[in-house]
């Protein structure tokens, strides 16, 4: 296995529109940050598992199967009583959108429901902090990131802040920054960056993020790119210009594509890795991202190894 992702699958429920009576009609896209690297990274020729919990309601099996379909292993895919869990975005008359989130089964995964096997075998060991936020499934997301750790698997943190889900900024950034010292690749976006490390200017945030032991740190920024740092070499590869459709799941793309390129380095990704590689595998993912910004969707949207031409 080369990816193992844990963390939120969920209903992205969008609206649409209105109908000829002005009630909203919304589309159920599938979603989930970590559900979307696992995806992404799949159709992008690395194999890759999901660790996280469904409802057992129709919306979990439409999860299950989208994720089947991608070539992503689901063996390590739990069902709960509680309903999938939901993302609502709705827009009001000045096209301002708005989100909340209805959880459910995603937070109650628990430390015995993860399969460690899977994660052994993996390379890398993904997830998010929209696991940190609430139930089990914030003690159980640590849990298993400290076990792929301790088992030699490389670990990949993505930050995603998410203010709908915590009480305050002060609780979220307090938890974002507790599975840091366990992260050998860290994504993190250039609004975030400011947040989690109190540094807005890139050189001095990726450093501080590095002095935690943080081996490559990824900072994404928009259609500009990625900036990253490695050791003492750091670096800007610029972003891909496209006409956009829409930007979701940009950045789930952009990491699914680094870590699939780095687990063609074989079983140690990390071991001897150069800033010319990661200049290169840089510019993978931003040529895979800026694909998935010139359609519509996130998951629907990601591209194919054959579609980006290697």
Not at 2 to 17: F, K, N, P, R, S
Not at 202 to 212: H, R
Not at 239 to 250: E, F, H, L, V
């Amino acid at each position: 296995m080369d990816i193992t992702a844990m963390g939120e699958v969920l209903i992205d429920l969008t609206q649409t529109g209105v109908n000829e009576y002005r009630v909203p009609t919304f589309a159920a896209n599938p979603g989930g940050a970590p559900a979307n690297v696992a995806v992404a990274a799949a159709r992008l020729g690395a194999e890759t598992a999901f660790v996280g919990k469904v409802g057992s309601d129709g919306f979990g099996a439409y999860l299950t199967g989208v994720l089947k379909e991608n070539g992503v292993d689901v063996s390590g895919l739990r069902t709960g009583e509680s309903a999938t869990t939901m993302a609502i975005v709705s827009v009001d008359e000045t096209g301002e959108r708005d989100f909340r989130f209805v959880r459910g089964a995603d937070c109650e995964l628990r430390e015995d429901e993860v399969d460690l096997e899977l994660i052994r075998q993996s390379r890398f060991f993904h997830f998010g902090s929209v696991s940190l936020t609430a139930g089990p499934a914030r003690e159980t997301t640590l849990y298993a990131a400290a076990q792929a750790r301790e088992m030699g698997v490389l670990v990949s943190y993505d930050p995603n802040y998410r203010q709908a889900l915590w009480s305050s900024q002060e609780e979220a950034v307090a938890w974002m920054k507790k599975p840091l010292s366990l992260v050998d690749v860290l994504k993190i976006s250039d609004e975030e960056l400011p947040l989690v490390t109190g540094m807005a200017g890139l050189e001095e945030g990726t450093k501080a993020l590095q002095d935690l032991g943080i081996t490559l740190v990824l900072v994404t920024l928009g259609g500009d790119g990625a900036y990253y740092r490695l050791g003492e070499h750091t670096g800007h590869v610029p972003g891909i210009k496209t006409a956009i459709a829409d930007t979701n799941g940009a950045g789930d793309t952009f990491l699914g594509a680094v870590l699939s390129r780095l687990c063609l380095r074989g079983e140690k990704p990390l071991e001897g890795l150069t800033a010319a590689e990661v200049e290169e595998v840089l510019s993978f993912a931003n040529r895979a991202a800026a694909k998935t910004c010139s359609r519509s969707g996130a998951i629907p949207a990601m591209p194919t190894l054959a579609e980006l031409g290697n």
